[in-house]
């Protein structure tokens, strides 16, 4: 489980701003709680980590793993990850 303020996340996501949203009627708006079921835990780790800071920590390491690399681009194109 990752902890992560709502307002960073919908900042920098629109897909989250909508399951976050007050006026969602989506699970994750009255429960405050995102599951990302389809993304492996360091994957999800990355993919937070970037949305607070903008910077991806040990890049090169990443981008030489091509499943590590997959996996996080998959992660940013599904949530719609804003630069």
């Known amino acids: 489980d990752f ?3 709502r307002c ?3 900042a920098r996501s629109p ?4 399951m976050l949203s ?3 009627i989506l699970l ?3 429960t405050g709680v995102v ?10 780790k990355r993919l937070c980590s970037f949305l607070y800071t ?4 040990g890049a090169a390491e990443i981008w030489a793993e091509s499943s590590a ?8 194109a599904k949530y719609q990850v804003l630069d």
């Open 3 to 5: 902890r992560a303020h």
């Open 22 to 24: 007050p006026d969602s």
């Open 54 to 57: 903008g910077a991806l920590d």
């Open 69 to 76: 690399a997959s996996a996080l681009l998959q992660a940013a």
């Open 35 to 44: 599951k990302l079921e389809d993304i492996d835990a360091a994957t999800a």
């Open 15 to 18: 897909v989250f701003a909508r």
């Open 8 to 10: 960073v996340l919908a």
């Open 28 to 30: 994750e708006a009255s």
